[in-house]
């Protein structure tokens, strides 16, 4: 079945550092969805893309379409310790369901 | 907008009960709903999805006659646990998109329910 790979499992931030995490897959998808979770709770939809190649920001958050339609990125410039939480990449699979990677925990640094 | 809200937050009860969750959008018609079950430090796992009016379809491994549910109407669908087992014990999380999202993939979660059997 389709499945991602989403890199990296957990980061340390310092505030005011940028952040990068990416999915990866051998399947193609419709689209790409980003997620954040906090403890407790539902997951939050940050940004949604439809096309490949498309790039599209949310405020600090910027999320890339690969042109290939296997992949995917999620960039927070300027992180503010609000920033913590697992982010969740998901691929819009072909049957209309939603394919979730494994989640990038940020946390903040000691 | 794109609200979805989710009864009870936590439930707790004894082994061999059932156990009802509810998830209901606020703000728009949820032509799908789907249900996610996510245990510790993991990601979200489908188990259901569920169209207004019809019967649900259940992922594979997933027990229908363990994991009813019901989608009676555009703004409700409903998950019971039947004779619930110390392993039930899990988050349970609802999504739905419908008209007023933007793509029939995007999907808006409710806060989840913590279900606890003891």
């Known amino acids: 079945g389709q499945q991602l790979n989403q890199s990296p499992q957990s980061m340390f931030i310092q505030e005011g550092e940028d952040v990068s995490m990416n999915c990866t897959s051998s399947s193609i998808f419709n689209t790409w969805l980003w997620y954040k979770q906090e403890p407790g709770e539902g997951p939050v939809l940050l940004i949604a893309?439809?096309?490949?190649?498309e790039l599209t920001s949310n405020g600090r958050l910027t999320a890339q379409f690969g042109i290939t339609r296997k992949d995917s990125f999620l960039n927070i410039s300027a992180s503010i310790p609000s920033d913590v939480g697992i982010y969740f990449c998901?691929?819009?699979?072909?049957?209309?369901?939603?394919?979730f990677g494994k989640g990038t925990k940020l946390s903040v640094k000691p | 907008g794109a609200v979805v809200s989710q009864h009870p937050s936590w439930v707790i009860c004894k082994s061999g009960t059932s156990v009802k969750i509810e998830c209901r959008s606020l703000?728009?018609?949820?032509?799908?709903m789907f249900w996610y079950r996510q245990f510790p430090k993991q990601s979200l796992m489908l188990m259901a999805t569920?169209?207004?009016?019809?019967?649900?379809?259940?992922e594979q491994g997933v027990e229908k006659d363990k994991f009813l549910i019901n989608h009676a109407s555009l703004t409700l669908s409903t998950l019971t646990v039947t004779s619930a087992h110390p392993e039930d014990s899990s988050f349970y999380i609802c999504?739905?998109?419908?008209?007023?999202?933007?793509?029939?993939?995007?999907?808006?979660f409710g806060p989840g329910t913590r279900l606890t059997v003891t």
């Open positions: 893309l439809y096309k490949a190649g």
């Open positions: 998901a691929g819009g699979g072909s049957q209309g369901n939603l394919i």
């Open positions: 999504s739905a998109s419908g008209y007023k999202t933007a793509s029939h993939y995007e999907q808006y």
């Open positions: 569920s169209n207004e009016g019809s019967k649900a379809t259940y």
């Open positions: 703000d728009f018609q949820a032509t799908t």
